[in-house]
């Protein structure tokens, strides 16, 4: 007797959501097809995200369902219109973002007391860390018990961070920056800034490219 074999069929649609967890900005290119399942799948996905957590999502956002974003009260998350945040990235509020703000993977982010701003169209690569916040140093004391203490980190609007970079708490970037994939930020950088190395220093300036 022949033994009947079944192939089970590709599940496309679930390969195509984690595609677009990983490169959200696919998200906004989708045509009408896809966005029958799509627009569906991220309304449940962002109305979850807010019944638990203190957070606010402007229109036709994207967040994959495997970034963690958390915001007790006080610490709220403020996401802008069109804004994109990819599969595992860690947000703790507060954190406001501005318009079209996009976070690629595996970024982390702390926005301690004070908290972090991004400015609208601010565009941010893969693993990017920003903290918000700093501990005692005091030599009396082990670390982890000292208070923490936090100034609060400003990015502007049209800034690139690229990817690696991290930002210490206390600093703001000016609009219109570029900072280079690796960078440490640990002093204020100008608007239309080019900012490489560790320390970040200033290299060039956008307006003359």
């Known amino acids: 007797m022949q033994k009947l074999i079944t192939t089970a069929l590709p599940d496309y649609q679930s390969q195509h959501k984690k595609r677009l967890s990983w490169m959200p900005w696919l998200y906004f290119s989708l045509k009408e097809k896809h966005l029958v399942w799509a627009k569906p799948w991220q309304d449940e996905v962002q109305a979850n995200l807010c019944a638990l957590e203190t957070v606010t999502i402007g229109e036709n956002c994207f967040i994959a369902p495997e970034a963690q974003l958390f915001a007790e009260p006080n610490r709220d998350i403020t996401i802008g219109n069109r804004c994109m945040i990819a599969a595992e990235c860690f947000l703790h509020g507060p954190i406001t973002l501005g318009d079209e703000v996009a976070i690629n993977h595996g970024c982390s982010f702390d926005g301690g007391r ?54 210490v708490d206390g600093v703001t ?35 003359d490219k």
């Open 114 to 167: 004070v908290g972090i701003q991004i400015g609208s169209q601010t565009r941010i690569a893969n693993h990017v860390t920003i903290y918000a916040f700093n501990h005692g140093m005091a030599p009396d004391t082990p670390i982890y018990q000292q208070a923490s203490n936090s100034k609060g980190v400003v990015i502007g609007k049209d800034v690139w961070i690229g990817a690696q970079a991290g930002i």
């Open 173 to 207: 970037i000016g609009d219109h920056a570029v900072i280079g994939m690796g960078c440490i930020v640990t002093k204020d950088i100008p608007a239309w800034a080019i900012v490489a190395g560790n320390p970040a220093r200033v290299i060039g300036d956008r307006r």
